[in-house]
């Protein structure tokens, strides 16, 4: 359940990013710009937040049961209209642990799958964007050229604390985080 909603998201994700790619015209070898992968993602993340609550939801509700071993009896409620609704018995023995360790699992993973995909997307998105100014900057890409890094001196005065700006026209770089 957990992978098919990360699943889900992902390909959420990947769509919103092939949307913005035809909207800003990028020919499809190229990457969007990650200020564009970082909107996509949160509009996936927040499309998705939903569905993927919902869905963990509904399993944790309807294991809690099983966890704290409440029993009906389903033959007497149909045959008697008397449930004979108890507490515990000797199946909660080794379901009631089996189901905390599901739900917990399944709080986790939900924590995981909201937080963590979106972020290795953006990573991801970032390496790829970074490859692709690489290789631009490899075959010589005329706008490239004719723009430079310059390190520019962090907050410290210290000129080596990895604080790059971009000297071309709207181009924030390929380290813009």
Excluded: Y
Aim: aromatic share 10%; net charge positive.
């Amino acid at each position: 359940m957990v992978v098919n909603n990360a699943i889900v998201l992902m390909d959420f994700a990947r769509l919103l990013f092939e949307r913005a790619q035809r909207q800003l015209g990028i020919d499809e070898d190229r990457i969007i710009p990650i200020h564009e992968s970082r909107e996509a993602l949160v509009v996936a993340g927040r499309t998705r937040l939903r569905p993927v609550l919902l869905t963990a939801v509904t399993a944790v509700l309807g294991l809690l049961p099983l966890a704290i071993g409440l029993n009906f009896n389903f033959f007497t409620l149909f045959s008697e209209l008397d449930p004979h609704i108890h507490m515990g018995g000797d199946n909660v023995v080794f379901w009631g642990p089996l189901s905390w360790a599901v739900i917990f699992g399944l709080i986790f993973a939900t924590f995981l799958t909201l937080i963590l995909v979106p972020v290795m997307l953006l990573i991801v998105m970032k390496i790829k964007h970074r490859r692709q100014w690489k290789a631009d900057l490899r075959a010589g890409n005329s706008t490239l050229k004719s723009t430079a890094w310059q390190r520019t001196p962090c907050a410290q005065g210290r000129s080596r604390c990895g604080n790059f700006s971009w000297n071309g026209p709207g181009h924030p770089g390929p380290f813009a985080w």
